[in-house]
């Protein structure tokens, strides 16, 4: 029973739960990057290239064998998920940039300044005088 109880309050423990959202908000966020990228911005770079679909950009290894598809190095492919990473990249470093700014002016409010010994002694003066009225 013991073992149970220590999993439970591993997996219902705060951060493992964000992570977990960070987790499924991150798998969605790639996916719309990805088609960012497959969709808009490569055929734009083909485009601009010649009409080039640059996914199916590929440097053919060897002879070719009837029957047998012949050896590519498929690397339109690579520059695709290159360019994926990047934006994903640059997506997160403005994102934590964002997040240490909102942190730090959080860190940054400015503390109430304290009475000096003249409001201190003022407001005894004040509550005093209040109890002596209230007599």
Known sequence: MKFFEEFKS??????LIDMAVG?????????????LVNDVIMPI?????GNIDISSLEYKIGTPVEGVE?????????????INFLIIAFCIFI????????????EEAPAPPK???????????RDALNNIAKK
């Open 95 to 106: 994102f934590i940039k964002i997040m240490n700014k909102l942190h730090k002016k959080k």
């Open 70 to 82: 012949q050896a590519a190095i498929r690397y339109g492919m690579f520059l695709q998920d290159v």
């Open 115 to 125: 009475p000096s010994n003249e409001e201190i002694l003022l407001t005894e003066i």
């Open 10 to 15: 591993f997996v219902m423990r705060g951060n």
């Open 23 to 35: 987790v499924i908000i991150g798998g969605a966020f790639g996916k719309i990057v990805t088609s």
């Open 45 to 49: 770079f083909g485009i601009i290239l």
